[in-house]
């Protein structure tokens, strides 16, 4: 007679439960001693930026896409992203300086879900305000929303030593993320690990003209902001198609002898519905 298989009791998974929340917090002690050993690595072969914008961005990628179960997706990236920047903040601590001049609950909520409550909050009231905190600083982040309003802003930007965009969050973009508001990070100049999937520019054109929805989309191109004023336009750009093809658009829309200057990059965005709809398939 065979013997039927015993049910399982509240007190057994909760068993199951606490050895893995056991298991889990023995891995994070575990990854503290890496980064330990990883800051001393560092030392010995002459320091590195803490900063990795570009492997950071392939492991959210990584998770959101293997991500399955009962557990929402919003918790796991924010546990994430709370691991990466606190443990990024260990080897080498930072603040986030914030424009909250478009409101400081979305801001903040951004920074929260991105960075955690380890890392220190700084609000400023105007974007030119957090370049300013930023290039004074020993390494700290900026949080500028994407097409800030107030003015070209972007210009604080364009000085070869001037800090730089090295991210644009969310890395994972969906329509119910709960810290979906698009901001662009801003750092001292990375020497490496900066992920150039898209690259942001500066341009002047002097003269009139309306170019916000220059060869907008299809040529992987984009406006993000525009500014006029008696001499001319300055426009923000992000753009894919590389410094060549940029200035070829820019001289087949009109503009004479235009001013380009670098003023960041960032990885490409991850929509996550394309990885639903090839799951649902």
Same mark, same amino acid.
């Given at each position: 007679?065979?013997?039927?298989?015993?049910?399982?009791?509240?007190?057994?998974?909760?068993?199951?439960?606490?050895?893995?929340? %056991? &298991? #889990?917090?023995?891995?994070?002690?575990? +990854?503290?001693?890496?980064?330990?050993?990883?800051?001393? /690595?560092? *030392?010995?072969?002459?320091?590195?930026?803490?900063?990795?914008?570009?492997?950071?961005?392939?492991?959210?990628?990584?998770?959101?896409?293997?991500?399955?179960?009962?557990?929402?997706?919003?918790?796991?990236?924010?546990?994430?992203?709370?691991?990466?920047?606190?443990?990024?903040?260990?080897?080498?601590?930072?603040?986030?300086?914030?424009?909250?001049?478009?409101?400081?609950?979305?801001?903040?909520?951004?920074?929260?879900?991105?960075?955690?409550?380890?890392?220190?909050?700084?609000?400023?009231?105007? %974007? &030119? #305000?957090?370049?300013?905190?930023?290039? +004074?600083?020993?390494?700290?982040?900026?949080?500028?929303? /994407?097409? *800030?309003?107030?003015?070209?802003?972007?210009?604080?930007?364009?000085?070869?030593?001037?800090?730089?965009?090295?991210?644009r969050l969310p890395f994972v973009e969906r329509p119910d993320h709960p810290a979906g508001m698009p901001v662009?990070?801003?750092?001292?100049?990375?020497?490496?690990?900066?992920?150039?999937?898209?690259?942001?520019?500066?341009?002047?054109?002097?003269?009139?003209?309306?170019?916000?929805?220059?060869?907008?989309?299809?040529?992987?191109?984009?406006?993000?902001?525009?500014?006029?004023?008696?001499?001319?336009?300055?426009?923000?750009?992000?753009?894919?198609?590389?410094?060549?093809?940029?200035?070829?658009?820019?001289?087949? *829309?009109?503009?004479?002898?235009?001013?380009?200057?670098?003023?960041?990059?960032?990885?490409?965005?991850?929509?996550?519905?394309?990885?639903?709809?090839?799951?649902?398939?």
């Open positions: 007679m065979t013997t039927p298989p015993r049910l399982e009791t509240l007190a057994d998974l909760r068993i199951e439960i606490d050895r893995i929340d %056991a &298991a #889990l917090h023995l891995l994070l002690m575990e +990854r503290g001693d890496i980064i330990h050993r990883l800051i001393e /690595a560092k *030392a010995r072969q002459g320091g590195g930026s803490a900063f990795r914008p570009g492997r950071e961005a392939d492991m959210m990628r990584g998770l959101v896409s293997r991500h399955q179960g009962l557990l929402p997706l919003d918790t796991v990236e924010s546990i994430w992203r709370i691991i990466i920047s606190t443990f990024t903040f260990v080897q080498a601590n930072y603040s986030v300086h914030a424009d909250i001049s478009g409101g400081d609950a979305a801001m903040r909520d951004c920074c929260r879900f991105h960075f955690g409550f380890t890392v220190p909050y700084v609000a400023h009231h105007g %974007a &030119a #305000l957090v370049i300013e905190a930023v290039a +004074r600083s020993g390494g700290d982040l900026g949080m500028v929303r /994407a097409g *800030a309003p107030a003015g070209p802003w972007w210009r604080g930007l364009a000085a070869p030593d001037a800090p730089k965009i090295i991210a662009f990070v801003i750092a001292q100049p990375l020497a490496e690990a900066a992920a150039r999937d898209v690259v942001l520019y500066d341009v002047t054109i002097v003269g009139a003209g309306d170019y916000f929805g220059l060869a907008s989309g299809a040529r992987g191109l984009e406006v993000i902001g525009q500014f006029k004023d008696g001499s001319g336009v300055s426009l923000m750009i992000a753009t894919q198609a590389g410094l060549d093809a940029l200035r070829e658009i820019l001289v087949r *829309a009109g503009a004479a002898g235009p001013r380009i200057a670098e003023i960041g990059s960032h990885a490409a965005r991850f929509d996550l519905s394309g990885v639903q709809n090839m799951a649902a398939q």
